[in-house]
Each structure stands twice: as C-alpha cells, then as structure tokens.
C-alpha cells in the first residue's frame, strides 16, 4: 500500500457521480438523478480516496443532525482491493459520525466485517424485482377508503418524520422533487395514510420510500405510482422495492404482484435499534442513506 500517495477527502459535489457510477458497476441499480438528493441530506458525507490523484475509494457517511449517521456507497475499485485503501476510508467515515448511532445496510459479503466494526442485525431488506402491467391489476388497484392524489407538502412532512430516527427534511423534499420522480400520498380527508415515491434508474424504477397504512393502500400506491410511469413509456413497467423482512405484508403485496426476491442486504446499527413503524413501512427509499 502507497500509504504517502493515498489521501481521503471530502467530495466536491460534482464528484458524487463517481459513487453512483460505481454502485451501478456493483449491480446496485442507482437512480438516475440520486446524487443530488443524496448531496443534499450531507454535503460533507461523502469521502473519496486518491491514490496519486486517482479516485480508488468512495463511502458515504451521512450525519442526521447529531445523533444518528448512515453508511453507504463503501466501495473500493476491485484492483485496490484488500490493500488497507478501504479501512482507511471507512475508518475516515467513522470518525466523521462519532457519537451518532450509525446505521447501514450490508451487502452479504461485508456483514461478518461490519459486526467487527460494532454494527448488531436489526433486520434483513430484500429487494423485490418484477414486471407491471397495470391493466392487469385494474380490480385491484382501489384504497380501502381515501384518495390517492399528488402530494399534500403542508402535511407530508409531518406523516414522513414518523418513519426516520432523524430529521431531513431537506433530503424528502428533493427526493419527490427530483426529475424522472412521481410522488403521490393517499388521503383520508386531512389525514395522510400512506405515500410512496417512484424514480428511474439504470435498469426500471425503484418504489421507495412507500409507507402505508395497510396492505391494500400500500398495493393500491405500487399501481397508481406505476400507472404514472405507463403513461410516459407506454408499456409494462419493470419495478424494483427494497421491503423490510419483518413486514410480512409488505412481501405478500409484492408477491401477490408478480414479483420476486432479487438481493438483500442487513440492517444494522451501532447503537440501539430505532423504534419506527416497521408494520407500515412496505419500502425503503434507499440502501444507500436510509
């Protein structure tokens, strides 16, 4: 290792690509427009690694305020690896989220080392992947009472503060706000009861967030969010959603839809599990930053 040449910096924001681009060659089917929004939950989280000026690591540590953190995008270029590059720039990212209870989601193969880092199982995510043709789900596509309609901003903020251990606010508004994004929530007179957001990425489109109150509004907000989409590509959506295990619902709904595991990762924190909703939580809006 050329530990004199090696030097871990913050990101300047146009370098946040280099991370995407990345965890798409890793498989991980990033969004189209993600690194703005994800620049603007922490300008300061993202940390890249050079060797001789050349990037050969990328980890994203975000700092939720001052008590809770989120690691993600921990990648180093595959020749680089197993030559201390990426302890270095974990460690770095570590170091930044000092005092915060840190949470991830570990791809299989990193969870033995994340538990050496401190990090206890919460849950496992598994992502979802299927094919949707909304015409053919049409009888099934109702809420159990309320509508399904564009996003009520003087309420949003509120119902999604519910399903995070921190305030970021700034990173749910450009999330819905994003190009190739459609976000709708489902209301019941001034009560919002569920809200799911859908985005292109390099291979169909991610659901996530998606929270809802029971089974059938969460599978009614999967087909108007892709019904949304159909109108603009003209044909059957292909649809990826990142559910909780521990919601038993959430993988009946995608598997009453067609659809079936792809991947999964390992929830896991340093500190104390957050208590959130996890019955109404049917997809999570991203491995990456929580």
Same mark, same amino acid.
């Given at each position: 290792m050329d530990k004199d040449n090696f030097v871990i910096r913050t990101m300047h924001k146009s370098e946040v690509?280099?991370?995407?681009?990345?965890?798409?060659?890793?498989g991980w089917n990033p969004g189209d427009c993600d690194a703005s929004s994800y620049y603007s939950a922490d300008p300061n989280g993202f940390l890249i690694g050079l060797l001789n000026n050349q990037p050969i690591a990328v980890i994203s540590a975000i700092k939720y305020g001052t008590t809770f953190g989120f690691i993600g995008f921990y990648i180093v270029k595959p020749e680089f690896r197993g030559l201390g590059y990426g302890y270095q720039i974990w460690q770095a990212a570590m170091t930044y989220l000092s005092g915060c209870n840190v949470g991830l989601d570990g791809v299989v193969t990193q969870q033995d080392n994340y538990r050496k880092s401190g990090f206890e199982l919460a849950y496992?995510?598994?992502?979802?992947?299927?094919?949707?043709?909304?015409?053919?789900?049409?009888?099934?596509?109702?809420?159990? &009472?309320?509508?399904?309609?564009?996003?009520?901003?003087?309420?949003?903020?509120?119902?999604? &503060?519910?399903f995070f251990p921190a305030q970021r606010t700034r990173f749910n508004h450009q999330w819905r706000a994003q190009?190739?994004?459609c976000a709708l929530n489902?209301?019941?007179?001034?009560?919002?009861?569920?809200?799911?957001?859908?985005?292109?990425?390099?291979?169909?489109?991610?659901?996530?967030?998606?929270?809802a109150d029971c089974a059938q509004n969460a599978k009614a907000l999967v087909l108007a969010l892709v019904s949304e989409v159909e109108k603009s590509i003209?044909?059957?959506?292909?649809?990826?959603?990142?559910?909780?295990?521990?919601?038993?619902?959430?993988?009946?709904?995608?598997? &009453?839809?067609?659809?079936?595991v792809a991947f999964e990762t390992a929830r896991m924190y340093t500190g104390k599990f957050p208590d959130l909703p996890i019955g109404q939580t049917f997809g999570v809006a991203s491995f990456e930053i929580g």
């Open positions: 690509d280099i991370a995407i681009n990345w965890a798409a060659q890793e496992r995510n598994i992502r979802y992947e299927g094919v949707l043709e909304i015409s053919h789900y049409m009888c099934q596509s109702q809420p159990d &009472s309320g509508t399904i309609c564009e996003v009520d901003e003087d309420l949003i903020e509120d119902y999604e &503060s519910q190009a190739n994004a489902l209301k019941k007179g001034d009560k919002i009861c569920g809200y799911g957001v859908i985005r292109a990425c390099q291979t169909g489109y991610k659901i996530g967030p998606l929270y003209a044909g059957p959506v292909t649809v990826f959603i990142d559910m909780p295990e521990q919601n038993s619902a959430a993988m009946a709904v995608a598997e &009453s839809l067609g659809m079936s």
